[in-house]
Every structure is written in structure tokens, then in C-alpha cells.
């Protein structure tokens, strides 16, 4: 019984990565204006953990409860969600594109380092789990409780990126912020 | 580039400096880009400086403005708001009931930016908006005699 509950669990955490993993970023299908931001290429304006930093700040969660309106406070949690799980589905979705752009140059290298590609395939596996667990967290607890490993995430991101040049040459590594 | 620069620094001195926060200076470069083609217009600074220079020059204040105002907590970003509200002459109600309602903040966007940077601004506007209302409401809750206009400083 213990051992089928235990499945179970471990089930539905899959289930839940997956489903964390997949979809589109938030402000693509809800926002009522996303239009005019949509097009908009990426810029190195913003540092990863600088925007990190902001968007998921206990800070500013701080503030607001002070104010100690229930309705306010909903509302922010509301706002800085969806804005924090929309970072995390955009960088999620630029570790893949870093990694396919690394795998279409990969085909064509005559001398390929199995032991580089091994650890770069488990820095995007530990990026993406990172980010599956992000999304977890700030649905269940607010983004303000993840700051550290938002951050980290993002640091990591761009590292990923800078450590490949094929990425860096399609413009990839200023997205990462 | 020297041009481009000395258009910056002209900009800065002579124009944006006298502003009341990055609130007026990021409404105030947003309008000099035209709605059509997202270039930047500036009569004077393109007379001394050259139309390139000085098309740069107000492209690159409005991006840094942009920046800043992303950069800053929640708590200061109300602030800059509140700031700018006063700064308006209008009743802050109506201020505030109009920017909620046509959410005129939203043209205020340089081009080209982070699309998370750019969600994270609209979304702490929306809230800045909500907290002065709410602070608005609660002041004149307590002294419905008084002017709004100080009170929304508190």
C-alpha cells in the first residue's frame, strides 16, 4: 500500500514537471495587448539576476502585506505570478533553443568530445528541472519565496549560452535575462 | 558617436533634468517617437546635433529611463507615481481612474526590450495604480473634508 502511494507520488510529480515543462509563455494568451510586445527581440538592457532580483522580490511581497488589504494582496500575487512563471517558461524555452542550435551545429563537428557533450547534456537537464521546480514553487508558495534559485537559474542560463558560441552567434545570450 | 553623446548630454541637462522623476521623463521621450514608425523626433536637439544623433540620443535616455524604472522596488515605483500624479495638476481620482482605465503607460514602452522587463513594468504599474487608489480611498475614508491632493502624499 505504501509502496503504490509512494508511485503514486512520484507520478504525479512527473505529470506535474511535464506539464509545467510544456505550453506557451503566459503573456502570449493572456494578456489583452500582447501584440505590441510580442515582437520584441531580446536585449542585453537587463541583467539575468538584476531582473531575477525584481520580479521575484520578497521585498515587494513585504510592501504590499504591509498595506494590509486582503484584496491587494491577492492582487499582487496574481500579478507577480503570472509575470514570474512567464520568465520561467521564456528561459526554460531558451535553454532548449540554446541546446538545439548546439545540437544542428553538433551534426556537423567531425570532432565531437563525448565527455563535453555529456555534462553539457546534464547542465540542460538540471536547468530544465530547475525550472520545472520554479514553476511548482511559485504556483504553490508565490515567487517570492524562490528568489535564490530564480536567480541562479538565470545565472546559469547564461552561462549555458556564453558557453556555447553557436548560441551566442544566434543572438541567444542576451534573451537569458 | 561624439555627436551622439553630446546630444545625451544635452538632452539630459538641458531638458530631463528638470523634470519631477522618471515617471515624467519616460512619458516625455515616449512622445517624442512617433506612433507610425517608432522613430524618435526632437526639433531642437536635431538642429544642433544632426536628425541620426539625435534620434539615437533620445532613443538610448528613453531605454535607460525604461531601465531604471523596471530596476526599481515596488515601494519606490509607487513613489515615482505618486510623484508624477502630484506633478500632473489633475484631481489624482480622476488621474488614477483614467490611467486604469486606458492604461496609457502601456505606449510608454521603449521598443526592442525584454519581453519579461517589459511585463514586469506593466504589471507593477497596474499595481502602483491599485495601491494609490486603495491609499486614496482609505484618506478620504478618514477625512472626507480634506483636499486629495496632499493626502495622497501620505
Given at each position: 500500500?505504501?509502496?503504490?502511494l509512494l ?12 506539464m ?8 502570449s ?7 505590441l510586445h ?16 525584481r520580479?521575484?522580490?520578497?521585498q515587494?511581497?513585504?510592501f504590499?502585506a504591509?498595506l ?5 494582496l ?20 531558451e ?18 568530445d563525448?565527455a563535453?557533450?555529456g555534462?553539457?547534456?546534464f547542465?540542460f537537464?538540471?536547468?530544465?528541472v ?8 511559485v504556483?504553490?508558495?508565490g ?6 534559485l ?8 547564461q552561462?549555458?549560452?556564453r ?8 543572438g541567444?545570450?542576451g534573451s537569458?535575462? | 558617436?561624439?555627436t ?10 538641458r531638458?530631463?533634468a ?8 519616460l ?12 522613430m ?14 539625435a534620434r539615437?540620443a533620445?532613443?538610448?535616455?528613453h531605454r535607460e ?9 515596488l515601494?519606490?515605483?509607487v ?5 508624477y ?6 484631481a489624482p ?9 486606458l ?5 510608454a514602452v ?6 519579461s522587463?517589459v ?6 504599474v497596474?499595481?502602483?495604480?491599485e ?8 484618506s478620504q ?6 483636499s486629495l ?5 501620505r
Amino acid at each position: 500500500m505504501t509502496l503504490l502511494l509512494l508511485l503514486a507520488a512520484i507520478a504525479m510529480f512527473v505529470a506535474l514537471v511535464l506539464m509545467a515543462l510544456s505550453g506557451e509563455p503566459e503573456s502570449s494568451k493572456t494578456e489583452s495587448k500582447p501584440q505590441l510586445h510580442r515582437a520584441y527581440a531580446p536585449s542585453s538592457d537587463f541583467e539575468a539576476s538584476v531582473l531575477a532580483a525584481r520580479i521575484f522580490s520578497p521585498q515587494d511581497h513585504q510592501f504590499v502585506a504591509e498595506l494590509r488589504d486582503p484584496e491587494l494582496l491577492r492582487l499582487y500575487r496574481r500579478e507577480r505570478s503570472r509575470v514570474a512563471i512567464d520568465w520561467i517558461r521564456k528561459t526554460s524555452g531558451e535553454i532548449s533553443a540554446i541546446m538545439q542550435t548546439h545540437r544542428l551545429q553538433s551534426r556537423q563537428s567531425a570532432n565531437l568530445d563525448p565527455a563535453a557533450e555529456g555534462r553539457l547534456f546534464f547542465e540542460f537537464v538540471r536547468l530544465r528541472v530547475l525550472c520545472a521546480t520554479l514553476q511548482l514553487t511559485v504556483r504553490a508558495l508565490g515567487p517570492h519565496t524562490v528568489i535564490a534559485l530564480a536567480a541562479r537559474t538565470g545565472e546559469l542560463c547564461q552561462r549555458l549560452a556564453r558557453s556555447l558560441p553557436q548560441a551566442n552567434s544566434a543572438g541567444i545570450e542576451g534573451s537569458a535575462s | 558617436m561624439l555627436t551622439r553623446a553630446n546630444a545625451h548630454d544635452d538632452l539630459e541637462r538641458r531638458t530631463l533634468a528638470g523634470m519631477p522623476g522618471d515617471f515624467a521623463r519616460l512619458i516625455y521621450l515616449a512622445s517624442t517617437r512617433d506612433y507610425n514608425s517608432g522613430m524618435y523626433h526632437h526639433e531642437g536637439l536635431a538642429a544642433r546635433y544632426g536628425l541620426e544623433p539625435a534620434r539615437q540620443a533620445l532613443q538610448f535616455a528613453h531605454r535607460e529611463i525604461f531601465r531604471d524604472l523596471v530596476s526599481l522596488s515596488l515601494e519606490r515605483l509607487v513613489a515615482e507615481l505618486e510623484c508624477y500624479v502630484r506633478n500632473s495638476h489633475e484631481a489624482p481620482g480622476g488621474f488614477i481612474h483614467a490611467w486604469q482605465e486606458l492604461e496609457p503607460y502601456r505606449v510608454a514602452v521603449p521598443m526592442e526590450q525584454d519581453s519579461s522587463a517589459v511585463q514586469l513594468f506593466l504589471s507593477n504599474v497596474k499595481l502602483a495604480l491599485e495601491i494609490l487608489r486603495f491609499r486614496q480611498e482609505k484618506s478620504q475614508a478618514c477625512q472626507p473634508a480634506s483636499s486629495l491632493l496632499p493626502l495622497l502624499g501620505r
